[in-house]
Structure formats: C-alpha cells, structure tokens
C-alpha cells in the first residue's frame, strides 16, 4: 500500500459524486447573474409611469384644444340675449340676459363631437344637462348612441392587450383614481372641473377610472363665454384606449428587444458556463479521481493552453499532482534506504549477540563487544539523523525567518573549527567583504547546520595542515559562499548523487559507521528550503593545478 492512503475496500472506493447534470451551481449562478439586469429592467418599464403621465397630459392638451374650439362655436353661434322678462330673474347690469339655444347647442354638440371623436357634453349656467353628443332627439324622443369599439390589430393582439391590462394594466397609472359615475340626468356637481368651469370661468380637466371595464376616463371642462360673461360649460371626455395602446405598443417594443437581448444574455451564459463552469467541475472530478486513487492512472487534464486563470489552475493541479507524487516516491525510497541502513548494523549487532554468548575467549569477547557498541553508536547516529530528516520539512514549513547575517557566522564557525589543540590539523581561512555583513533572511540554526556540514567534510577529506577556503560575497541579489578544500575531490560523475540520502563517500583511514550519509542531503533540503541552491564539483575545473572539492551556495538576500 502506498504511504499517506488509507486502505479502503472495493465498497468504499466510489467515483466522485460531484456531477450536476446539464447545469452545475457555478452555471446556475452565471445565469441569474447575467439575467438579473435585463429582468430588471424590463420589469420596471413595463410600467412605464412618467411616459403614461406624459401621454395623459398631451391627451388632456387635446381635449383642451378641442373643447375650447367646441365651447368658442356654441358661444358664437348658440347664444341669444333675451331682454328683461320676469320669467328671466338673472339679468346683466344692463338688463339683457344671455341664455343657450337648446336646439343650435345640441347640433353644434353633435357635429363637433363627432368631428373630433369625442364626447361632449353642454351644461347651462345653472348646472343643468342641455346637450350630449351621445343623446339623438327624435320623433319618439331622445335616443343614446354608444360608440363602438375601433376595430382591432387582430385577435391575437386584441387578447394580448386585454390580458395585460387585466394584469399588469391593473397596477399602473389606476391606482388612486377617482371611479367614474354616469347618471342619465347629470348635473355640473356631478364633475368638480364643470363646477369650477361655471363658477370661476376656469378651464379644468380629470382622470377617473370606469369601474366596469377599469378603463380610465379623460374629462376636461372649458366655460362657454359670450363677450366676457360665462354662460355655460362643454365638458368633453375620451376614455384612456389611445394611451393604452400607445403604452402596449411600446411595452411591446420594450419586450420585443427584451426578447433579443435575453437570447443573447443565455448564448452569453451557456458560453460562460462551458468556459468556465465546465471545465472546473471537469478538474474537480479528476482531482477527487486522483484523491482516491491507488495508482497514477488518474491524471489532470491540460488546460493550459486556454492562457487564462482556469489554464493557470490547471497547470497548478497538474504541478502540485506531480508533487504529490514526487513527495509519496519520496517517503517511499526514504523508508526502505531507512530500512536498509538499519538492517545492517542490526544483522551485524545481532551476529554479534549470538557470537558473544558462544565464545569463551576474553580476547574474542572483548572484540565483539566492541562491535556491538559501535553497531549502536551507528544506529544511534543513524536514528537521529533520520528524525532530523524527516521532522526538517515541518519545521521549515512553520519558522518564521529572521536576518541572519552570514560574514559573522562564518567566521564563528571558523574560529570554533581553529580552536583545536592538534597542531596538524587543517586550517580554515574565511573571506567576507569588510562592510558587508551579507544579510539573508532564514533560519540561523539550520543555515549553521549547512555550513557546518561542509566546512566538517571539508576538514575530513583535508591532508594533515591542509586549508579550506570559505570565500562569501555579494552577486547582485544573491549571496554567494564558496567552500574548497585540498582533498582528493569528489569522484567523477557523482558531483549530483553525493546529495542522495545515504551517499556515504568517506576517506579511507575514517573509521565505518562514523557518518549516517545524510549531512549532505540534509543540507541541500535546508538551502532549497531558502529558496537557494548549492552545488558540488571539483578545483581543478576552474583552477588547473589544484586538487579537492568546491561547494557552492547561493541564497537569496531578500
């Protein structure tokens, strides 16, 4: 089984449960987006309150016009002076009274009416019904004319039309309206705009709403004037059909281009959805295929090409796959060289162990026991650098770094070196620039641990009063430090495996056992850790002549 899984049993490994059928939420979410602002909109002209205002207002202007044209006629040619008469109380100052001709009113009513398609209506100056347009006298007396309805676009658009004002119609400019009454005797208090015509001389106008159809009703009432002197009043009316259909016409140009953009707003959508949506739920399933696999066979699709945040992703995944993997070969080759490495002096302590017991010969006794203390000296050498190995990651992953100026430790880590008491043994002579302390960020103990492994190979693989060079200086944002020794050098073609776990490559007078193999594995996990790099080859590549090892490191400064 491979290390980090949990075994699981037939049962268990399922696919992933992450399919939304044709929509996924993502795509869900484009779409109320995108549909969220011409929903919007058109719901809010589909009211369209200013414009129906404005077409109330010009509609009430052309009755106006209308009914003052009607009310000039009947004050031209319908009234009559009648001299003082006590049949007559209401006289002018001068004695003569002007009164309406029933007759001439009801045909200047009638003609002028039906010229302008409307309804008018004459009131005497006390208030009373003289004339309607829609009241024919005859033989048998009066006969009312209803107008019909203009004929229609067709009956799909008629149904239409109804349908929306007996819906959408409802909550428009009805609202707050004063209902309309009509009487067969009406009577000028009957419209607040014909008393006020009367009374004041003033031109008034109304919108009501006829309860029976909920259609609205315009009035305006215009004084009839003889010479100054209010003698009556034409009320003339028009229900609200011209504005309705002038507003279903452009609501229905308003949703007409509404239909246009909303089929765009999907294509827009279904685009965005397969562009966007899709491909994520795509690289969702093959990562929680790659989560639950047990081989490599599971891999994440390359969408790089799409130069956009779902191809970086993509690339991402497929990286940090590949990582992953990359990491679990890893812990696997580092537990069975673990395994090796500790087999070994266990084979060895445990021959030992079953010797021992057998032998009678103090000598014999002697020599093994001094094999078996040095096959735990090496296990225990072994462990620790193991646990420091392994726990290295975590611990770089967690710290946070700090300046560590370098000129300083190097030369610490020179001096403690110097300070032994063999006069043969090598020498190490530090070059740092005077005024620069060569400052990295990092952590001080692990950079330490680094340079304190190279410059101990450097003195193992020296000769007797050898020098080992450690030169630091600055390149431009990096800090360089140069470690060499007057070794044998490393051997050729292993200047990259002397990095892999265990690599033990020792001079041959250095007792076995003494070194785990690690140090320089360790070292190069520190400074990559630290976003560096360090490197290994041999003096006599750049300086002829010279023999020994050359380790290079390099580490950023900021």
């Not at 016009?65 to 002076?81: K, P, Y």
């Not at 006969?143 to 409802?170: C, K, W």
């Amino acid at each position: 089984m491979r290390a980090g899984f949990e075994e699981k049993t037939d049962a268990e490994v399922t696919e992933p449960q992450r399919s939304h059928g044709v929509l996924s939420p993502l795509s869900l979410r484009i779409f109320a987006v995108n549909l969220a602002a011409p929903v919007l909109l058109v719901l809010g002209l589909l009211f369209l309150d200013e414009y129906e205002d404005s077409l109330i207002a010009s509609e009430l202007d052309g009755l106006r016009v209308q009914g003052e044209l009607i009310a000039a006629s009947i004050g031209e040619g319908a009234v009559v002076v009648e001299t003082e008469n006590a049949d007559f109380p209401n006289f002018t100052p001068n004695g003569n009274l002007r009164v309406l001709q029933q007759d001439t009113s009801r045909q200047l009513i009638r003609r002028l009416a039906g010229l302008a398609q409307l309804r008018a209506r004459l009131f005497d100056r006390d208030g009373n019904l003289i004339a309607d347009s829609r009241l024919l006298q005859g033989p048998g007396g009066e006969v009312q004319v209803v107008d019909l309805e203009p004929v229609d676009d067709g009956e799909v658009m008629d149904y239409v039309r109804n349908a929306f004002q007996s819906t959408v119609g409802r909550f428009g400019f009805t609202r707050g309206l004063e209902p309309y009454t009509e009487r067969v005797n009406a009577l000028a208090s009957d419209y607040s705009e014909v008393g006020r015509a009367l009374e004041a001389g003033e031109t008034g106008s109304a919108v009501r709403l006829r309860t029976t159809d909920r259609q609205k009703i315009l009035t305006v009432a215009v004084p009839v004037q003889f010479y100054r002197q209010v003698v009556g009043a034409v009320l003339v009316s028009r229900d609200g059909r011209n504005v309705d259909k002038r507003l279903f016409t452009v609501r229905g140009s308003i949703l007409a281009m509404f239909g246009w953009v909303l089929g765009l707003t999907v294509l827009a959508s279904f685009y965005l959805a397969s562009t966007i949506g899709k491909p994520l739920r795509i690289l969702a399933e093959a990562a929680e295929k790659v989560r639950i696999a047990k081989t490599r066979r599971h891999y994440i699709p390359d969408l790089t090409t799409r130069r956009d945040e779902i191809g970086e992703l993509s690339g991402a995944l497929r990286e940090m796959t590949e990582s992953l993997w990359l990491r679990l070969d890893a812990i696997e080759s580092f537990a069975a060289d673990v395994a090796h490495e500790i087999k070994n002096p266990l084979t060895s302590l445990r021959s030992a162990v079953e010797t021992v017991a057998r032998v009678k010969d103090p000598e014999q006794q002697k020599r093994l026991m001094s094999i078996i203390l040095d096959d735990v000296s090496r296990m225990d050498r072994l462990i620790s650098d193991i646990s420091d190995a392994s726990r290295l990651d975590a611990e770089l992953s967690r710290a946070e770094l700090s300046p560590v100026k370098l000129a300083t430790l190097l030369n610490a880590l020179a001096d403690m070196q110097n300070a032994t008491d063999k006069p043969d043994a090598p020498r190490v002579v530090v070059d740092t620039p005077d005024s620069d302390p060569l400052t990295v960020p990092g952590l001080e103990g692990r950079i330490a641990q680094v340079f304190r492994n190279l410059i101990g190979n450097a003195v193992s693989f020296s000769p007797p009063r050898g020098i080992i060079n450690v030169k630091a200086y600055r390149n431009g944002r990096l800090v360089v430090v140069e470690v060499t020794d007057d070794g044998p050098g490393i051997p050729a073609g292993k200047e990259k495996a002397i990095f892999d776990r265990f690599y033990s490559e020792r001079p041959e007078a250095e007792k076995f056992g003494t070194h785990s193999g690690l140090g320089l594995s360790i070292s190069k996990q520190i400074i990559e850790a630290h976003r560096g790099s360090i490197i290994a080859s041999n003096r006599n590549q750049s300086e002829p002549g010279k023999m020994g090892a050359k380790f290079i490191v390099r580490l950023l400064t900021v």
